[in-house]
C-alpha cells in the first residue's frame, strides 16, 4: 500500500527527515491501538499529537484528517498544507486493505474527510496539490521543496 505512511517512512529512513505520520501517533497514544470513536481521536489524542507538532523543529506532519480549527493553529506556527490527491475509489480500496492487513481502519470517517478536503479547498488553504499516485520518492521531493521554501505569513 503506498500513501502517507510510505512517503512518511521514506522521509525518515531515506531523507533523515522529521516526519510523523499522525495514524501511527494516535495508535501510540491510545496503547498500541486505532481510537474508535471520532471523540476520543478529535478531542483527546488529535489535539496532543498536533501540539507536539507545533513546539517541533523542522518537522513534516502526514494527517488523513483535522478539524479545521487545528488547521488554522497548524497554518499560525507556520505549517503549509499540502494535499496527496486519490481517488475516493483508492482511498477505499487502501482502507479495506488496512483493515484486512492490519486490523483497523478509519473508513467510519470518509465522508467527513472528504467534507473538509473540500472546504480547504474552497477557503484557499491548500497550498499544494500532488498526486497520492505518484511514486514515492517524487511526492517526498515535492514535499521538501514545499517544506524548504521561504516562509509566508501566518493566516
Known sequence: M??????SRLLRESHRR???DCDDELARLNG???PGDFDTKNHVL???????????DDILLFNSYTPLV??????RAGFRIVLLDVSDEELLRRHAQRLAEEGWTNAQW??????TIEEL???????????GS??????????????????????
Open 121 to 131: 479547498r474552497a477557503t484557499g488553504w491548500i497550498d499544494r496539490t500532488a498526486s
Open 110 to 115: 470518509f465522508e467527513t474527510s472528504k467534507a
Open 2 to 7: 503506498l500513501g502517507k505512511t510510505t512517503v
Open 70 to 75: 487545528y488547521v488554522r493553529r497548524l497554518r
Open 46 to 56: 488529535l489535539p496532543r499529537v498536533l501540539h507536539a507538532a507545533t513546539i517541533s
Open 18 to 20: 522529521n516526519a510523523v
Open 32 to 34: 498500541a491501538a486505532w
Open 134 to 155: 505518484a511514486p514515492p520518492h517524487e511526492i517526498a521531493s515535492t514535499l521538501l521543496r514545499v517544506h524548504s521554501a521561504p516562509a509566508f505569513p501566518s493566516t
